[in-house]
């Protein structure tokens, strides 16, 4: 792996964990922030099989915030969602917007069936999936938005 390369996964974790961590706006029983868009973003930029380390700054962010109990959902989830976004790319130009929706729809899936695990209440899902499809649908907005950006950086980087 090239020192460039590490830095720059580094500086997307570090970003993950800092939009993730500020600023959020709690909900039911989690909470909005803007650390997808770099999930994604990260996806993108650093691709296979990297990518997947999205979902370490993510959980580290669960663990600071106080939801530690998410964690390991956290890394499996994110780590999926930047890997989707990562996979197209690799055979793409660029991703589609219907791609990071996916992406979106997949976190909001996955952190349902983790709040129905946690609680042990199925009828928890539907609540944690409408909050979290939200965030995940502007989150896909977002970095679909900033793409452009991105791929600079990622052709910056190679």
């Given at each position: 792996?090239k020192?460039?390369?590490?830095?720059?996964i580094?500086?997307?974790?570090?970003?993950?964990v800092?939009?993730?961590?500020?600023?959020?706006f709690p909900l039911f029983?989690g909470?909005?922030n803007?650390?997808?868009?770099?999930?994604?973003g990260?996806?993108?930029?650093v691709?296979?099989?990297?990518?997947?380390?999205?979902?370490?700054?993510?959980?580290?962010?669960?663990i600071l915030?106080?939801?530690?109990?998410?964690?390991?959902f956290?890394l499996v989830?994110?780590?999926?969602?930047?890997?989707?976004i990562?996979?197209?790319?690799?055979?793409?130009a660029?991703?589609p917007?219907?791609?990071?929706?996916?992406?979106g729809?997949?976190?909001?899936?996955?952190?349902g069936?983790?709040?129905?695990?946690?609680s042990?209440n199925?009828?928890?899902?539907?609540?944690?999936f409408g909050?979290?499809?939200l965030?995940?649908?502007?989150?896909?907005?977002?970095?679909?938005?900033?793409?452009?950006?991105?791929?600079?950086?990622k052709?910056?980087?190679?």
């Open positions: 792996m020192i460039k390369t590490l830095a720059l580094s500086l997307f974790m570090s970003s993950i800092l939009l993730t961590t500020w600023p959020i029983q909470y909005l803007f650390g997808d868009v770099f999930v994604m990260m996806g993108l930029v691709g296979w099989p990297y990518a997947v380390l999205a979902g370490v700054g993510a959980a580290l962010a669960d915030l106080g939801y530690a109990q998410y964690a390991v956290t989830i994110k780590g999926l969602e930047a890997l989707l990562a996979w197209v790319i690799h055979r793409r660029s991703v917007l219907w791609v990071y929706g996916l992406a729809l997949w976190m909001a899936v996955g952190y069936l983790a709040d129905v695990l946690i042990m199925l009828q928890i899902f539907m609540v944690s909050y979290n499809l965030q995940g649908l502007i989150a896909a907005s977002l970095a679909y938005s900033v793409q452009p950006l991105l791929l600079r950086l052709k910056n980087f190679n």
